[in-house]
T-cell receptor
Framework: AQSVAQPEDQVNVAEGNPLTVKCTYS??????LFWYVQYPNRGLQFLLK??????LVKGSYGFEAEFNKSQTSFHLKKPSALVSDSALYFC??????????????FGIGTKLQVIP | GAVVSQHPSWVICKSGTSVKIECRSL??????MFWYRQFPKQSLMLMAT?????????EQGVEKDKFLINHASLTLSTLTVTSAHPEDSSFYIC?????????????FGPGTRLTVL
């Protein structure tokens, strides 16, 4: 079974400061990991993913995430937050050994609030 | 690129009626489409996975006779909520992937808000 946890319901950060949105996962094999963002009244948008290789993955809008196998984490980061980054962020995981179709498990979401 | 549309964006219906929601991939061929429900302050709950031309795979606890899914082409999937009841009121979201690789990201529609009176 695969699972993902986002331990923070909400993260508040001042504009210009670095931000981190936490995600931990549990899978039996090597995971595929994803981050999506949901802006108000809009569909989820893909930000970045980890498949294999370099542990630091760069994505859209200046976001990056670091895969840490020993800590089973995939935290989302950005060096300097913008007010426009305020949104709901979802971490997702897929265990490629889990079966024949592409079921992805999503976290509960973390609301990011960037304060001007 | 990789745009997914949903129609309608919101619908209000009477209890006992059926409602059809369409999900279209506008600029790519969607080998697999997914249907989710999203509850307030909760994560996306996968309802079913469908591949073009084959029967949908429903998640445990999702009634296949109530939530009819048709994936008739590589660009269109429909979800029909039959005999809707107030407890079916929710935000329904579809997504699609291009290709069968497990590492493919999903492209999401904007969602459909269903309210059953």
């Amino acid at each position: 079974a695969q699972s993902v946890a986002q331990p923070e319901d909400q993260v508040n950060v001042a504009e210009g400061n670095p931000l981190t949105v936490k995600c931990t996962y549990s899978v039996s094999g090597n995971p595929y990991l994803f981050w999506y963002v949901q802006y108000p009244n809009r569909g989820l948008q893909f930000l970045l993913k980890y498949i294999t290789g370099d542990n630091l993955v760069k994505g859209s809008y200046g976001f990056e995430a670091e895969f840490n196998k020993s800590q089973t984490s995939f935290h989302l980061k950005k060096p300097s937050a913008l007010v426009s980054d305020s949104a709901l962020y979802f971490c997702a995981v897929r265990d490629p050994t889990s079966g024949g179709y592409q079921k992805v498990t999503f976290g509960i979401g973390t609301k990011l609030q960037v304060i001007p | 690129g990789a745009v997914v549309s949903q129609h309608p964006s919101w619908v209000i219906c009477k209890s006992g009626t059926s409602v059809k929601i369409e999900c279209r991939s506008l600029d790519f061929q969607a080998t697999t489409m997914f249907w989710y429900r999203q509850f307030p302050k909760q994560s996306l709950m996968l309802m079913a996975t469908s591949n073009e031309g084959s029967k949908a795979t429903y998640e445990q606890g999702v009634e296949k006779d109530k939530f009819l899914i048709n994936h008739a082409s590589l660009t269109l999937s429909t979800l029909t909520v039959t005999s809707a009841h107030p407890e079916d009121s929710s935000f329904y979201i579809c997504s699609a992937t291009a290709g069968l690789a497990a590492y493919n990201e999903q492209f999401f529609g904007p969602g459909t808000r269903l309210t059953v009176l």
